[in-house]
């Protein structure tokens, strides 16, 4: 049995798990939702929340470059925070896991079921726990691999179609050798055809198209050399993240008037089908099944190792703290898995539901996680008496522009019927998780027990 996390996670395989979580069903399916909302205007949006997210990942990048330890965030909260703040973060962003997890399993029986429509979802659902669940038992190395094919299948796909659509536009490939130019953008309505309201509205739905880049915190304990490889991973993968959303639907807007997009399906496919590849819609059904495997993947792991990390502070059941012999932690896997499981029932029971609701409810666990990440910053900033190598830029006022950011994504929860439901679950779940930290003496055994991964 290995007493410690396995450090095998290369630079590559840590960028890839951060874009294979950010570059999933949201950009090739959603992506029209946010257009519609906003126009072209949209792309304003993507650099906005682009450049708030950019702000989270380096105060997190700065704590993880530091201080590389399991559990990343909740972590940093309990350090710098306070237990109750550690422990509150943790389990919050473990249920947020199981909520995405179980989402994306959802969403591989709903794309199977275009070339299966006999066979019923849930069969499906179970298939992806149980493979990804074998996978994540394994040594961390091979959940590297993995994760970085499944996410290079979904990059790929978006390079190709940003590189043909390039070609429709400028040199008229599939336009009968007429360039299409890129006026599209703004003579239907303007850059702003709803107004800055249609854009303004468009930052909350589309904010949590980049939820999950905090696998990189989370990846820091078991990576090589963390000093240099998260800050090359943070860096990078926010760029290339900004090049996928915003060069994807610049070049989509371009192609095709923005309020004519949605009414054919995924705008990946009319873009390809413009292409001349007939099996456009079966290539990006099979891409978008690769990405909800790839998000479900790093969920797995994501949740996994919190479990791991709650248990070393007596925050989580003690048998949670086992490691196999590869440094795996496989009861908090198995255990990641059984809750999953739910899903699985859920997809039996109420199978053209489920989606919808857990993708409602999980707004508020990703901001209080990115609120935490940089609040905990904050006041590790503080402390520290020495030069940090990776630091974040223009603290504190970066700090407090992309809070104030957070609050606003708060307030528009509340205000849209359609979102309200997540500040109800959100704050339930916050005070059960304080009843269950008094009812079950949380805080004492906190105390008995040693912090072994802050020391």
């Known amino acids: 049995m290995s007493e410690t996390l396995q450090r095998q996670l290369s630079p590559r395989h840590i960028t890839f798990m951060a874009l294979g979580m950010c570059i999933g069903a949201g950009l090739f399916l959603g992506s029209a939702s ?235 496919v009319t873009t390809f089908a413009k292409l001349g590849i007939p099996q456009a819609a079966g290539l990006i059904n099979f891409v978008v099944i690769t990405a909800a495997l790839s998000s479900f993947n790093s969920t797995t792991f994501s949740g996994s190792r919190m479990l791991h990390s709650l248990a070393t502070k007596g925050q989580a059941p003690h048998a949670m703290r086992h490691l196999s012999a590869h440094g795996v932690p496989v009861r908090g896997v198995l255990v990641t898995l059984v809750f999953l499981m739910l899903g699985v029932l859920m997809n039996y029971l109420v199978p053209g539901r489920i989606f919808g609701m857990m993708m409602s409810i999980l707004a508020f666990n990703t901001v209080w996680t990115w609120g935490m990440v940089l609040i905990a910053h904050w006041r590790f900033r503080r402390r520290q008496l020495v030069p940090l190598a990776f630091r974040l830029r223009w603290f504190p006022l970066s700090s407090v522009v992309c809070l104030a950011f957070l609050a606003f994504v708060l307030v528009m929860l509340g205000y849209s019927a359609d979102t309200r439901v997540a500040l109800y679950v959100g704050v339930a779940w916050v005070l059960l998780l304080t009843v269950a930290y008094k009812l079950f003496g949380v805080d004492r055994r906190i105390l008995a027990t040693q912090d072994v991964a802050v020391g």
């Open 34 to 268: 946010t257009i519609k909302l906003a126009g072209p205007s949209v792309l304003f949006a993507y650099l906005f929340g682009g450049a708030m997210i950019f702000i989270i990942m380096r105060a997190l990048g700065e704590m993880a470059a530091h201080e590389p330890i399991a559990g990343s965030f909740a972590a940093y909260a309990h350090k710098y925070l306070g237990p109750f703040a550690g422990y509150l973060t943790g389990w919050n962003y473990w249920i947020l896991m199981m909520g995405v997890g179980i989402a994306e399993s959802t969403a591989v029986g709903i794309y199977m079921k275009a070339w299966f429509p006999d066979l019923p979802q849930w069969i499906w659902a179970f298939g992806s726990v149980a493979m990804i669940g074998g996978l994540n038992l394994l040594a961390v190395k091979v959940y590297g691999e993995m994760e970085f094919w499944f996410a290079l299948i979904k990059v790929l796909t978006v390079v190709l179609m940003i590189a043909g659509g390039a070609a429709i536009i400028w040199l008229g490939w599939g336009n009968g050798g007429h360039p299409l130019g890129i006026s599209n953008l703004w003579t239907h309505g303007g850059w702003f055809p709803n107004g800055v309201t249609g854009m303004v509205l468009a930052l909350p739905v589309l904010v949590f198209s980049f939820g999950g880049i905090e696998t990189i915190g989370m990846a820091a304990a078991e990576a090589a050399h963390p000093e240099r490889t998260i800050p090359r991973a943070v860096n990078s993968v926010i760029w290339r993240i900004l090049i996928f959303y915003v060069g994807a639907l610049f070049v989509i807007m371009a192609i095709y008037p923005w309020n004519e997009l949605g009414t054919q399906g995924s705008p990946f």
